[in-house]
C-alpha cells in the first residue's frame, strides 16, 4: 500500500505570494491533518479535513487555509506569505474522524520564504 | 491542552532496552496517550498508544501508570536505526499536540 505523499517535496517563494501545497492520503483514509514544523516552535497542528470538511483547527491566522476533495486529497494555501511562514509542512492521513490511533506521516514540503 | 514533559535528551547502547519516560500530570480522562518518532529529515512514524493498560506491539510496549499520569515507552532492545526524538502526546481523536520530545542517542 503506498504512503502519503506531498508535492512537491521543495519550495522557494517571496515574502507577498502565495502558495498551494498537496497531500495524497494513504488508500482508504479519509482524514487528512496538516502539521507545520519548524526549529523554534516545534510541531504545530494546522487543522483537519474529513469528508471535505474542516473538523479541527489550531491556532494559526486565517492565511493558512486547506481544503479536501471527494477522493480525500487535500491542499493547504498559504496567502500573502511572509518570512516567518518557512517551515517543513507534513500532512498525516488515518482511517477515520475521531478515534485515537495511528497517523501516517507524510515526508513533508521544505518551504522557503525569501 | 493537556501538556507532557520528558527529558531533552537520552542516551543508549545498542542492544540494550531503553525506557523513555514521560510525566502527563493534567491529562484528562479521555486523553490518550500516544508516542510517535521523527528520524532525520523524515516526517514523524507512530510508534504505539494507549488509554489505561500497557499496550504491546512489534516495536515497543508502552506501560501507563495506574494514576495515568506518566507513562513509559520501553523499546526492548534499541539498535542504531531507533536512534530518532521521541514525542509524547496527548490527544483525543486527531488532533496531535508535540511537545519538545526526547532525542534518543544510540552508541554501538
Known amino acids: 500500500k503506498a504512503g502519503v505523499t506531498q508535492t512537491p517535496r521543495y519550495l522557494i517563494k517571496t515574502r507577498g505570494q502565495q502558495v498551494t501545497l498537496s497531500c495524497s492520503p494513504i488508500?482508504?483514509?479519509?482524514?487528512v491533518s496538516w502539521y507545520q514544523q519548524t526549529p523554534g516552535q516545534g510541531l504545530q497542528f494546522l487543522f483537519e479535513?474529513?469528508?471535505?470538511?474542516?473538523?479541527n483547527k489550531g491556532n494559526f491566522p486565517g492565511r493558512f487555509s486547506g481544503r479536501q476533495f471527494s477522493n480525500s486529497r487535500s491542499e493547504m494555501n498559504v496567502s500573502t506569505l511572509e518570512l516567518g511562514d518557512s517551515a517543513l509542512y507534513l500532512c498525516a492521513s488515518s482511517l477515520q474522524l475521531g478515534l485515537a490511533g495511528e497517523q501516517y506521516f507524510g515526508p513533508g514540503t521544505r518551504l522557503t520564504v525569501t | 491542552d493537556a501538556k507532557t514533559t520528558q527529558p531533552n535528551s537520552m542516551e543508549s547502547n545498542e542492544e540494550e532496552p531503553v525506557h523513555l519516560p514521560c510525566n502527563h500530570s493534567t491529562i484528562s480522562g479521555t486523553d490518550y496517550i500516544h508516542w510517535y518518532r521523527q528520524l532525520p529529515s523524515q516526517g514523524p512514524e507512530y510508534v504505539i498508544h494507549g488509554l489505561t493498560s500497557n499496550v504491546n506491539n512489534r516495536m515497543a510496549s508502552l506501560a501507563i501508570a495506574e494514576d495515568r499520569k506518566s507513562s513509559t515507552l520501553i523499546l526492548h532492545r534499541a539498535t542504531l536505526r531507533d536512534a530518532a526524538v521521541y514525542y509524547c502526546i496527548l490527544s483525543i481523536g486527531n488532533m496531535l499536540t508535540f511537545g519538545g520530545g526526547t532525542r534518543l542517542m544510540v552508541k554501538p
Open positions: 479535513y474529513f469528508s471535505e470538511t474542516q473538523r
Open positions: 488508500s482508504g483514509h479519509r482524514s
